[in-house]
């Protein structure tokens, strides 16, 4: 049975704009430009809009949240 994603996001410029559709809890979140090895990670409250600034740089990234239950969604873009 498909599982509802309750995370998107959106890339703008340096900036990632993720929505949660509902209340998630305390979000873990790392994000990773693996051309690079940038990291930024951190833990938002997984409701609403939230904003993630990173350098911008060109490459691979892969974005993880891990929830409080231990649920991880995972994606990946290039840029």
Known sequence: MPVEVPISAMVNGNTV???????????DYELVNLS???TVSDQVEGTGLVLIPFSGDAGTYTLTFTLESGMQFYGEFSL
């Open 17 to 27: 704009y993720i929505t949660f559709t509902g209340d998630l809890g305390d979000v």
């Open 36 to 38: 690079t090895a940038e």
